[in-house]
Every structure is written in structure tokens, then in C-alpha cells.
């Protein structure tokens, strides 16, 4: 405090402290508590706020717990938005370290700027090509019919549809961080470690993705939320089977117009992605601010 | 050391019938290059290809959006697109919003991340984590929580709860990027100034300022990225308001035609200028050191 | 003469730490002032706190008589440089200079004036429109002088500004520092560790040590009468003898140690049984002197033939303490010089002996 109304004077100082204030309490913290205090509470007409029945509770935690499928799709959106994480790792890692230990500075800004193009665009026009390439009667049935790779079309929308477009949404969260971080590897280890015997694999296992731990940690996290907390990418391209976590919560607040009970499956997916990246970043031994600059 | 030149002498011998076993003793260095080739090829088509179909359906003559089959080439769905009031209502809307999030974000992300590099130690870093936490919750979550907040007090769903929504994480992301700058900031420019007769309003308006324009102008351009195309927290709190997003999203499942495929183009297009504008403006800049004040 | 800067009792702690002793310290108006010291002494502390931008824990900072306690460092008429200079590196040189007028309100057409004027005194005219990257170091450390010489400050505080330089440029950039301070009359505060630049460009040197003053005095003063044993052993080269007094008599002290009995100069405070040493330069010391005191037999060892001088190293032999001597001998008697591997006689006056009281 101190410092800096004595670095900025006061009045400035106080200026920019009042401007932090109002955004973490405002902006931040009450909203997650109010929404925290909806969760706890039932959902009661406006004559009965305040009455009698208006008091905390766990019942709309216990709602979900108890639901013969909302539960189920909790679990499905975990596991999917893992399967999302572990996929884009894959699909990312060799490309991550191509651009940051093997291409040369020409190459690497040529594929920089042809990766970000497709992301600086709508999440939802990204959505939008897979809706497109995936219908019924779309390319990609088409392309397989006629290379006769499926004797007839097939039913892309559902966990398969929600998966690719995801892992295609997330791709440059995942790429770029790990990218950062294998290129601050000094080429020579990898050399050194050739010379010593080392073959391919091991060199990957004992010397890239140890270096580069901080932006797999950093591109895991922020995939996995991006996943969880995404509602594009399975309205668009899921079907009825295939149902996200997300649009449980959006069905509680804007079909049944159960604001409280929406609010605790607000509470609980908030609480998995605080557990999942505080559990990442301990499975990576990572701290909070070398994984979020 | 003695065999060495020994095993070069061996590998130069013309020895025809050794063909195939020289090539498979080479085959684990052939191998990984022809699978990361095809790999690289894989993932550029992953990458590309939806939007070049996304760009492609536009000129077809279909009323569904596909290349398959196709029906002729036109530019009907472009010449609509002008027409479409409704699209040019949602872009203004869009616009809005965008333009209140960085008049936000802007101050605040620069005021936080001169609070958090004033600070030292454990002060610094739960600071720190509060201020990257927004960007660590789900966009949903920080829709419905921010919902639930200003409902309360008496602001509903619209383009004002838009901004706030948005601007929430919005100066997370400012607050990075600033605090990535002022890293290299050297301070005893600041006491040069004071000792010079400024007083810590000027050191600030003439000296830090200036000092951080690389990055605030990254920053406002990232700011109208984001609030351009979010999507999850902004269904939460848009009231009746229909940014781009949103409008994109509800055309998809009904009534979606070509006319979105063309918007879809002019975003693409003027991301491409843009990317290609930002480069030369970079190159410029760096050419003529002398110029970059 | 005026004092432009007094510090009287100030004192300075930092959390953990006592930075600066209490201490008291006049600087005239006019003067060319340095506070020599060995790094972490406590200099920059002391210079911050004359330029305003720490408050000392205790005591009073003067400026011109005027007690500088509520006064900010962007209302003191002081001007500081930076060890890194801290030129703004989005400025031109001119608005550089000019910073401070610029802050006084000055319009610009008189802002450009007084920054060629500036200019022509640092000897680089037509250099206003160069950006501060597109300097020599040398032309940057002019360029940060004449910034700080443009608000006409009454004191000039400089903290190691040549540090960064070359051997070379270090040595025309003192040379130009000492005329600019004859040319403008400002007062200069220099803080530097190398105590020849102290020697060579002050009126006056202060020597610190640990947070603590330790002489003030003219450089041929601390030279000649360093007045604590850290000043002989920090300004310039000595030799040393430890030991114990065993009697003083008028100004002098003789001293016991392990290779002799000496006398030399004392200070005020010296008495018997006290553990002191004994100073005598490398020039004092010389062959084959006529004296009955102060006699050292030496082995000649080594010779460094360095123009003017060249320098004799030698052992006093002992069993369980020999002694290394350094004489310095000028060129011009080079035939006395010992032979290496001979032994020989070296002797001192007491006039140039000084003994100082050592823990
Ligand atoms: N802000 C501070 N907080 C705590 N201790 C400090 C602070 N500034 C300086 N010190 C301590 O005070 C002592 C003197 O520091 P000072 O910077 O004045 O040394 P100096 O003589 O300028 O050294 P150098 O020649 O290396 O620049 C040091 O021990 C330093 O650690
Ligand atoms: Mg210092």
C-alpha cells in the first residue's frame, strides 16, 4: 500500500488501488460468493424470500449427486475434456518442438502466423467449419463414401463431432506455451545427450519434456478448462447423447429457471477445474506464477 | 578413436549386395522424418482445411452451407450479407461491447499490474493469484456468477453486463501483458525524472506511459480479440442483446445459411490484413531503430 | 566560504541494517567533493539521502541552510546522476536535456535554445536529434550531465558515473568532469571506490567504510595523515608493521613488533600497550640510509621496472611473520636498486612514518 502511493504519489496511487479493489471485489470475488450463496439456498418464489423455507442448505448439491443422469454427465465431461487435454498434447508436442528446436527463424514466423490466423477468428465460426464438415451429407462423409473408406454415411455429431472440434478450438493453447519453452532449450543438450548414446525416445523422455514442463503445465491447464467450461463447441456439434456439464447449467437458468440450482452446478464446475489445476501444477511441480505469465 | 576411421572406410565401399541391409540400418533415421513429414502435413490439413471449406461454401449456390454437392458457383450469399440487417445490428452490438471492455480494461489491467510489480513477497504473490484466477475459471462460471451479482443490485442482463462480465478476465489478460513490459523497466528512470523537478503525475504521464504504449496497444488489440469472440460468459449475461457470437450460434441450429459463411469470409479476410499489416508494421519498426519513439 | 550541503547527526537504518553511522559532514559551495569507499559502504545511501529520495532515520540534511526534511527530491535544488544514467530512452537527446525545463514550464522554442546551449558546453552540437541508443557511452555520460546541469541545481550529486566506461575514456571523462565543475561553479558531489579518481579530481574527499566516516580532508591530507588505520590501508599503497606501543613522547609513538623497534608520527589518542600499526610508503622507504632508527634488513626478490618508478618487492626475514616491503625507487637512482637474492639494508624517517592504533 505503502509503496505505492509513495512510488505513484497519492493521489495516483490511490487511483490505481481503488481501480484493483473494485475489479477483484466487483468483478471477481462478491460474484463468486453471491453465486456461491444462491447455490446454498432454495429456489423460492419472491413472496417467500426471507421466510421461513429461505435458509442454507446442500440440497441443490445433493440434487445433482442424486440425479440418475446429471451425475453421469459430470463424470463424461471430466473425462472427455481430459481425453480433449491429452489429445491436443499429442497432436501439439512434435510440432511444438519442431518450431522450437529444429525449423529455422523463417519457418518458424511463416508457421506462427499461419497458426494464429485461424485463432485471432471467432471460436464460434471455428465451431461453425466443423458443423459444416461433419453434417450428414457434408465433405467428410463424402470424401470417406467415395474413397470407399465407409460403405454409407455416418453420424458425426455427438462425442466424436464435440471432440474434434474441441481439440481443433484449443489447439493454439496447448501449442504455444509448450512451444515457449522447448525453444528456450539449449540445442547443444539435446546434442550432448546424442553423443552420449541417448536415442530419439530417451532424449524426449529425459531432456525436452523435462525442460519444457512449465508450458505442457500451462498448456494442460488452460485446455482442460477451455474444455470443461466450453458450451460452444457441444451445442454446436453434439447430440441429445452427448450432453456437456455446461449446458446442464445453461438449461437451470434459462429453461427451468432454477437460478439456485444452476448456481451450484456453477459452484461444482468451478470447484473441479480449482482441483484439476491446482492438482496439475502439483503433479508438474509447477507454481501458479511461472505456469500463468 | 583407432576404429573410427576403420567404420567410415567400411560405409564408403561400394557394396551392391549390402543394398538392402545399408538401407534398413538407415531406416531408424529414415522412418521418424517420413512420419513427422506426413504428421506435418496431417496437422496443417487439420488446421486449414475447415477453414477453407468454411471460406469455400460461401460461393456455392446451395442454401445449406457445404461444398457437397455442388451447385454452382455464386456471390449471392456475399451481396445478401450486406443486406442483412440483422447480422450488421448484432456487429454493432459486438462492437459495443468490445469498445466498453477495453475502455475498462485497459486502466484497470494497467493499474494492476503496477500495484502487483510495486509489491514484494507473499503480498505479491496471493495478489498475483487472485488477479490471474478469473483467466483459471470458466468462462460459463464467471458468466452466471456475475449474473447473479449485479442482478442483485439492480443491473440486468445487457450490453452493460456484458462489459463487466468480460472485462472480469479481459484485464487478467491486460494485466500479463502490462506487467510482462514493466518487468524490463528500469526505475531509477523514475527518480531521474523526480530529481529533475517532475512531479510522480508527470514521471508517470511522460516517462511510464510512454514507456508501456508496445504493450497496451498489444493489449487493446487482444482485448477486442477476446470480447469479439466470447461466447460462453457473454450467454449468460447478454439480457435480450445479440452480440456476433451469439447471433452465429442461434443460426447454426436454425435457419443457418451461406450469408453466415460470407461473414465468416470478411472476418477471415480482414484478420489476414490485419496479421499481414501488424508483421510489416513490426518489420518497419524494427528496420529504423531510430524511428521508434 | 559557504556551505552549500550539511549533514548533521544523520543517521540511516534500514530494516535489518544500519546503513550510515551517525555522521555529520559540510560541503562548501564550489567545491568538487568526492565520498570514496569500498562497495556497500553506504555512498549511494548518503546520496539519495541529499537528493531527497530517502529520509534519513535521524538527524538533519541542510541545503543551502535550509532544512530539507518535508522537502521532496523533485523540489531540492539538487540533480542527480545515475550510475546507469538513466537517459529516457524514448527521448531525443535535446528533450532529454530539456526534461527539466520541460517540467518548469518552459516553452519549447527556449527549451531547444537552452538544450544547443547545453550541448555546445558538452561539446556535442547537432546531436539533439539523436535518440540516446544511437550514442558512445562517453557521449551518454555528457549528455546525462548536461541534463542534470540544465535545471541549474545548486549541487551536483554523482554516483560512479564513470564506472561503466573504459579505462581510456574514464580517464578523459575525469579530466572533462573536473573543468566542467571549474567552468559552471556548481557544487559537485562525486561518490566513487577507486581512489585514485577521488585523489586525482577532488578539492576535498570524504572516506567511508562500513557506514561510518572515516577522514575529511584534502587528497595530499589523506595521503600524508591518513587518520585512521582503514584511510592508510584503503588510500594509496603502505607498508605495514604491527605491534605494540610501548612509549610516546611529543608528536611521536615507538612501536615493537616482531622485526624491530620504530618510531613514527602518532595521533592524539595513542598511549602505551596500546596494539597499533605502522604506515611508511613505498617512496618513503629507501636504500642505505645514514639514520640509526627505523632500519628494516630485507631480501630483494623481485623488481618492476614502471617508467617513472620501479618498484623493489623485498622480505624482512622471519620465522614465524616475514614481512613483504614494497620500495619504490625512482628512475633516476635505479643504481642503488639491491640486486635480487641480496640482502639489504632499508630505512625510514620518522617524519614519514605514521602509527595508527589497530585492533
Ligand atoms: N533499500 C534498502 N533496504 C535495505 N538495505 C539497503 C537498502 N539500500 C541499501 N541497503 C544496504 O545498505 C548498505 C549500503 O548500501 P549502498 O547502496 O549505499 O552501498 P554503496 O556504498 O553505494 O555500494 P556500491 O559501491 O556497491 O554501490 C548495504 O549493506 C545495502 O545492503
Ligand atoms: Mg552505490
Redesign the pocket.
Known sequence: MNEITQRFGRPLGACFILLVLLWLAGLVLVPNLTMLDFALRPNLPATQLGGPKDGYSFDNFLYLWNHPSHGWIFLKTIWSSALVTVLTFLICYPLAYWLGQVSTPRQTSALLVLLTVPYLMNEVLRGLAWYIILAFDGPLNAALVHLGLLSEPVRWYGDGGVLAGMAYAYLLFMLLPIYNSVSTLDHAQIDAARDLGAGTLRIHRRVVLPHAKVGIATGCVFTFMLAAGSYMAPALLGAPGSRWFTQLIYDWFFESGNWNRGAAYGVTLLVLCLVAVLGMLRLFQVNLTSAVK | MTDMPIATANSHKPASPLRHRFLASRLPDVLPRLAFRLYFVFFLTYLLLPLLILAAATFNRSSFPTIVPWLGTTDMWIAALFRDGEILKALGSSAVIAAGVIAISLPVGTAAALVLTSLHGRARSVLYAMMVSPLLTPGVVIGIATLLFWRKVGVGGGVALSILAQSSFIISFVMLMVAARLQRFDRTMEDAALGLGASRVYVFRRILLPFLRPALVGACFIALLQSFENYNTTLFVRGTETPLTIFIASKVRAGLTPVINALGLMMMVATVIGAVLWEVVRHRKRSTPGAGR | MTNTVSLLDVEMR??A?L?IRRMSLEVRSGEFFSIL?P???????LLRMISGFLQPTSGKILIDGQDMRDVPANRRSTAMIFQSLALFPLMPVWENIAFGLEVRGMSKARRRQEAERLLELIALPGYGERMPHELSGGQRQRVAIARALAIEPKVLLLD?PLSALDLKLRQRMRAELRELQKRTGVTFIYIT?DQSEALAMSDRVAVMSAGELQQVGEPLELYTNPATAFVAEFVGENNIMSGTVIDTFGDYAVLEGAHGRFVGRRSATLRPQMKARLYVRPESLSVDRQETENRLVAISKRFDFEGAFATAHAVVPHDSDPLSVQLAIPHQHLGQAPDIGKSFVAGFSRQDAVVLAHE
Open positions: 534500514f530494516a541494517s546503513a569507499g562497495s556497500g559502504c553506504g555512498k549511494t545511501t560512479e571506490h
